[in-house]
DNA sequence: GATGAATGAGTATTCATTCAT
DNA sequence: GATGAATGAATACTCATTCAT
């Protein structure tokens, strides 16, 4: 990679990193398009280079993100682990994750809780799929109860989702002994 | 109540009434006062009459919707049921109300997840005092885990809620099958 | 005048005496007719009883307090007095209810230095013949330069009135020694 | 200076040009930002790329149109003259810069007069030093009265404003008889 | 006379997007 | 690729005035 296309990567990375930031504190309405190329240090004619307009690049933001999320909770995933510590270990590094990027949570929940902004679904087909093989092989083992896998990860996940958001707004503290006790009672509330 | 009054007490209902269902559908940022006005059949300058501007519309629409929320998943509920029939009653009622009232639930997500609105927090301390006299007991009698009211309170609802975006969303069908499962599922993550 | 009358001329100068601080505090067109009637403690709709619109309010108002001006100025002038008595009796009786009455000043002043205004003149014919009278005299004695009185009225009370708006400013104080010696000023600007 | 720049400043220029016309014709507040765009034949938004907003257009056209009114009455001034020709060159040089300028008194008068605008004081102290040198050199030299320059400053040509302010209205003609006749009513005002 | 809810045209300002350079 | 001046439709909010009661 030359010098050129460098910059290149690195102007479009710049945009997208700050387009995160704004938006996560100041919402999509209040995140004009030339605060973001103003904060990134660059044009507003350089923004539309790279994105076609603003959902163009709120979607992108969107679709790297989200990827980038489950890549994070299957992080080390392997099937050659227990559906128990496959299960954990998703759990966990989806709390950790989160908790490490406060952005991408208020982010993703803003985007996908906008009616206006739903222009996109994304294919993220390959991106689940260990997903549902987990629960799927869950179900056909008996180990988990016998719903489809979009509802076992929703019982799964939405509650870790939900003591995270409390944690920021300071209503819970997401100690290791309560990420713990958490992920005990996700994995009762599926197992058989 | 005389005509006028009435009349009166329509108009800011209408206003409120118009308000969230433009919300739910279009977002608050795509949902100009003008459109509220003539959606609901009343002038721009009386919507300022009632309230003293558009963030002033939209915290007193989420008091009243999360208040009446907090409501129907409350309704019929008395201490003499046993825990574990006020559970499933609140469980039930609450993805009930939300399937039948599907604005509600996308306004709710909405306001909630977006930082430009953050201005209000409201004092619904009251409201939710039932839930924490529930889940309180529920420990002190050493049928739920050990873990705060909001903690239980989360890994009870925040799956409910979740299953009833992706039944809006067509990707699950909550019939009454799937709600009697997953209000298990829910029962069994938080009880010892 | 019984008491319906008292109460209804009260209203009247209610209004006039409010629209009266606020218009010198705060500007004509920062001074709205709601305003006014919420501060005089009347119904909007009363004050489109007495005064046919904002305009004829406030033009209402510039006749009034223009003409108790010129009364001020005018108070015991007698043509029984010298020329010179009469000078400076006029001179220090505008200074004085200047001073005493600051609102009246600015609300002349933004009056008839505001072109959107310019809809009245009123007739003050009456109102200033007695200084006319005096000029002409002046002139005429040989006491008094030969220019037209609306010349020598400039060129003798121009110099009072920015002076009161420099006190009110804070850039000079109008204390007795300052207007004597002012108003020695102005009488060497007009005689022979 | 290239073509851009060129355009550039005009643009800028043309708003200032084009607003001192607007608001001297028809006030402030019947002035309109869209009427001042239109107008000046630019759109309403690059208004906001010179300008700030609207206060902060009119306080530069202030800033503007003040400097130029004392820098048209300095023309010429050096103290190598008289008092007395320093004095009528001043006095002559502001008579005939406001008759051929009448939209600059208009605005300035407006502007000083108007509570709502006093936001802006600015700092004219370098550029009425001349003024002060003058009178504080004549009470030195025991030719003018013992008084303040900004009280002789105001002795001198408040007349000279309310007298232009009459030509306009057409009630007296401001011939250079007249005009030579005031200035001198206005140096025996202050002489000793 | 008196009220104040109601109207709706008007206004300052914002912001996504374009395009000449 | 890169800039940022320029556009103008859109939007929240104001306020003089009216009128049913």
């Given at each position: 990679m030359n010098a050129k296309n460098k910059e290149v990567i690195d102007k479009r990375k710049a945009i997208l990193k700050t387009t995160l930031d704004l938006i996560s504190e100041r919402g999509f309405h209040n995140t004009p398009m030339s605060l973001i190329a103003k904060t990134a240090g660059v044009s507003t004619g350089i923004v539309y280079h790279y994105f076609s307009g603003k959902e163009e690049l709120i979607n992108e933001l969107y679709k790297e993100i989200k990827l980038e999320t489950f890549q994070a909770m299957l992080?080390?995933?392997?099937?050659?682990?227990?559906l128990n510590e496959r299960f954990f270990d998703i759990w966990h590094n989806y709390v950790r994750y989160s908790l490490n990027h406060p952005t991408r949570g208020l982010f993703l929940e803003q985007f996908e809780n906008s009616p206006y902004l739903k222009h996109l679904e994304g294919d993220f087909t390959q991106a689940v799929a260990p997903f549902f093989s987990l629960f799927q092989q869950g179900v056909e083992q008996g180990v988990?109860?016998?719903?489809s896998p979009i509802v076992l990860f929703d019982l799964s996940f939405a509650p870790a989702a939900a003591l995270v958001k409390r944690h920021f707004a300071g209503y819970v503290e997401m100690d290791d002994e309560l990420i713990k006790a958490a992920a005990n009672a996700c994995w009762n509330a599926i197992k058989t």
């Open positions: 992080a080390d995933y392997s099937e050659d682990f227990s988990f109860i016998p719903l």
